[in-house]
């Protein structure tokens, strides 16, 4: 369906979309028709219900000559009673066609209404419900829908009062809802009949105005074919109209003139285009002989510049070499002259460094006294301290004995407490006390002798290594003074070494002043030599940038 759809023109879908919204239309006010046809029926049934009542009341008050109440136990009206008296309600059937009935409380007595057995429904009662608590419940009339003996009718009940305004029944009348709607069947056929022949038309009508109007559409289409397959004759018809369609047409004027200088502007530039092609052809030509000769010079001139530039390198080269050996003599000679005064430097300060050792030598030897007399104080020291450490002994001793009369003296004392009894026992824990501590001192005067005999094993040690100090600082001032005599020979033959050294300085420093001299002569050789090939670069340098310069004039010929 939707790729049926797609393949229509918009004409075509605009006409469909039209015809079926004014078919659509149709069937809305056909619907409304009958919705309102019906409503006012409904409306006009209630009327005519509360007119059937107004009927029935007053055929009973006439037929009584009085208002409703009960005599008896049975209902009636002023003298006439209406218990199973069938009088009025069958008058309304045949003066009006409507079905009546006359209820005693919630009791049927009176009706002409039948039921499927044919019988008049005398005696059904009316079931409890919105109808009951209207009716007869608040006392109030109800208009609707009712189920009377197994048959919907379209009722309108009113209750009936006493003269103190109590309910004592009610009377009914209606039509059955089959009646009402066989009536609006009868309606609903010409309604809709006319409503149809209204859409019919109405869908002819939009059918050819829109297919009147959009024609242009298809012409508009037709005109653009034509333009696209560069037709500029084609004649614009609508241009002059007022609406959407003349905005269009001339717009796709406008497009058609555009279209056209377009093409002819085409034609101008392919017109320089062959021009420009042409001049271009000659002045290749003319570029091409250009350049030959260009070339030619350029080469010429490159090659001159190249010879001077191999001339300018082996005479730099020449130059180097020449700079390089006397650069190598001269460092020669400085190198010698420098080792000479080197050797007289280093004779000068070996004359300095003896004459310090000789200082040297005599101070080491007064250190060595001095040590030797710091050693036999020291040796003196240590000795103190051994006896020192030798009475600290002594005294610890004593400590100990001390400790063991006191450990012996708690034992005594805590034999004596334990055959006193209860009355020695604070004194046994006493006794317990004085022997811990003996015991504790015992200990601590083991560890003190211990350290006492550590303290006098290394005295000794200490003794033994000073006593050997001092024979090695002996032994130390002999060779120092052995030392200061060889020194003192060194000094005198040091002094003649330094003396040749300085005639020999004086001879190297005359050969380095004219190797200096050849060095200059090398160096002023090269700075022509370089001068020479820095021209001849130039040379070749403005020879590639003439060829450069040639190119680049040459492209911007072949570009126009």
């Known amino acids: 369906m939707h790729s049926l759809f797609a393949r229509l023109s918009i004409t075509h879908r605009i006409v469909l979309i039209t015809v079926l919204g004014a078919f659509v239309s149709t069937i809305a006010m056909i619907s409304l028709v009958l919705g309102i046809v ?15 009542l107004r009927i029935f009341q007053e055929l009973l008050r006439t037929k009584g000559g009085g208002d409703a109440h009960l005599v008896n136990g049975k209902l009636a009206w002023g003298s006439y009673v209406v218990d199973n008296n069938h009088e009025v309600v069958d008058q309304l059937r045949w003066a009006m066609g409507i079905g009546a009935s006359i209820f005693k409380g919630d ?172 001049k271009r052809a000659a002045m290749d030509a003319v570029t091409r002989s250009f350049t030959a000769t ?24 020449t130059a180097d070499r020449t700079l390089t050996q006397a650069s190598s003599m001269a460092s020669a000679s400085d190198q010698a002259s420098g080792n000479v005064q080197a050797v ?63 450990n012996l003296l708690a034992l005594n004392a805590t034999i004596e407490a334990a055959r006193a009894g209860d009355a020695g026992k604070g004194f046994a824990v006493v006794a317990n006390e004085v022997k811990s501590l003996a015991n504790q001192t015992a200990k601590a005067t083991e560890d003190i002798q211990s350290q006492v005999a550590a303290i006098q094993s290394e005295t000794d040690k200490a003794v033994s290594a000073i006593n050997g100090i001092t024979q090695t600082i002996d032994t130390i001032s002999t060779i120092t003074a052995t030392v200061a005599s060889a020194v003192q020979e060194q000094g005198i033959a040091t002094g003649d070494i330094s003396r040749s050294v300085q005639q020999a300085a004086a001879g190297t420093a005359e050969v380095s002043r004219n190797i200096m001299d050849v060095t200059e002569a090398a160096r002023d050789t090269e700075v022509s030599a370089t001068d020479l090939l820095s021209a001849a670069e130039a040379l070749n340098q403005q020879s590639d940038a003439m060829r450069a310069e040639v190119e680049s004039f040459l492209e911007r010929v072949r570009e126009g």
């Open 344 to 406: 007289a430097a280093a004779t000068k300060q070996l004359t300095a460094s003896i004459g310090e050792i000789s200082r040297r030598v005599v101070e080491a030897s007064n250190v060595a006294s001095r040590a030797v007399g710091e050693a036999e104080d020291t040796n003196r020291m240590v000795r103190g301290l051994a006896e020192a450490a030798a009475r600290i002994g002594e005294v610890v001793k004593m400590i100990n004995d001390i400790a063991a009369q006191t």
């Open 38 to 52: 019906q409503s006012s029926l409904a409306a006009r049934a209630v009327e005519s219900q509360k007119a059937n």
């Open 107 to 278: 009791t049927r007595v009176s009706t002409n209404v039948l039921t499927t057995e044919g019988k008049r429904g005398v005696g059904t009662q009316l079931a409890q419900g919105p109808i009951y608590e209207t009716v007869l419940t608040e006392g109030k009339p109800f208009f609707g829908e009712a189920n009377v003996i197994g048959t919907v009718y379209l009722v309108g009940y009113e209750p009936v009062k006493d003269a103190s305004g109590k309910v004592i029944g009610a009377i009914v009348a209606g039509m059955p809802r089959s009646t009402f709607f066989a009536m609006l069947g009868d309606i609903r056929l010409p309604v809709i009949g006319t409503a149809a022949i209204i859409g019919m038309v109405g869908c002819l009508v939009l059918f050819f105005v829109t297919k009147m109007q959009l024609s242009a559409i298809g012409r508009l289409a037709d005109d653009m074919e034509r333009l696209t397959a560069r037709d500029y004759s084609v004649e614009l018809t609508d241009t002059h109209r007022h609406d959407e369609v003349g905005d269009m047409s001339r717009a796709l004027a406008g497009f058609k003139d555009s279209l056209a200088r377009a093409e002819e502007i085409d034609r101008l530039r392919e017109a320089e285009i062959e021009a420009q092609l042409t």
């Open 294 to 317: 260009m070339e030619k010079v350029v080469g010429e001139v490159t090659a001159a510049a190249g010879a001077l530039t191999s001339n300018a390198q082996g005479l730099s080269t």
